[in-house]
């Protein structure tokens, strides 16, 4: 089944406690995104990467890291994470060239930072 | 900055109805209109989508009004099932940062 995979799906941590939020495609998309959704927010854009070794900015990049190693794979790295940090993650990815194709989001990660 | 209003907050329309979400853009440098529709514990699933030199796009139960001098977009559910029900999520995608920028959401109710 093509699907976009993230773990864990909750975590709840203390602040400055490092932690890694994996993504996984199993499409072969070349583009993929993280974005955080909070109430009265809608989703917001962290950072993507358009290809292997290729990652940008979005627009709520502050205490994050990401890595593109792999095509499939895009993991999101909170080094320090603090209160401010708790949301509910998503990863998604899409096919190109163009824009005309849609992204696939994974199915979330409820983050908790006390 | 929101960029992407989107309106009702909620909407309640009975079985068999026509639903009906609006947004309004304003940054004019956007490639293509989603819409996705969002359960509870799920991730946004893309519904329909448009480009902007197309004024309405149809599939199935779900129509996109699109008008680009008014910068306004529109999402009609005919029939309306209670299996609709769901939160919508229109979104403006900007090909050259790779963003999807997303309106608030509308809760969508189909009751009996």
Redesign the interface.
């Known amino acids: 089944e093509a699907q976009?995979t993230q773990n864990p799906r909750y975590l709840i941590t203390v602040t400055g406690k490092k932690l890694t939020v994996t993504c996984s495609q199993n499409m072969n998309h070349e583009?993929m995104?993280w974005?955080r959704q909070d109430p009265?927010?809608?989703?917001?854009?962290i950072y993507?990467s358009?290809n292997v070794e290729v990652t940008?900015k979005?627009?709520v990049p502050e205490g994050y890291k990401v890595s593109r190693k792999e095509k499939r794979n895009f993991p999101l790295i909170l080094e320090s994470p603090s209160p401010n940090q708790t949301s509910l993650y998503?990863c998604?990815s899409r096919i190109g060239p163009?824009?005309?194709y849609?992204?696939?989001?994974?199915?979330?990660t409820r983050l908790t930072v006390v | 900055q929101q960029q992407v209003k989107q309106s009702p907050q909620s909407l309640i329309v009975q079985k068999g109805g026509i639903s009906i979400i609006n947004c309004a853009y304003e940054n004019t440098a956007f490639d293509y209109f989603p819409w996705y529709q969002q359960f509870p514990g799920k991730g946004p699933a893309l519904l329909i989508a448009i480009r902007p030199d197309v004024s309405e796009k149809k599939e199935g139960r779900f129509t996109i009004s699109f008008n680009k001098s008014a910068k306004q977009f529109s999402l009609h559910i005919m029939d309306s099932q209670p299996g609709d029900s769901a939160t919508y999520f229109c979104a403006a995608f900007n090909f050259g940062n790779e963003k999807l920028t997303f309106g608030t959401g509308t809760r969508l109710t189909i009751i009996p």
């Open positions: 976009v583009y995104s974005y009265g927010l809608g989703l917001r854009q993507y358009m940008d979005g627009d998503f998604a163009g824009p005309y849609g992204y696939t989001f994974g199915s979330g």
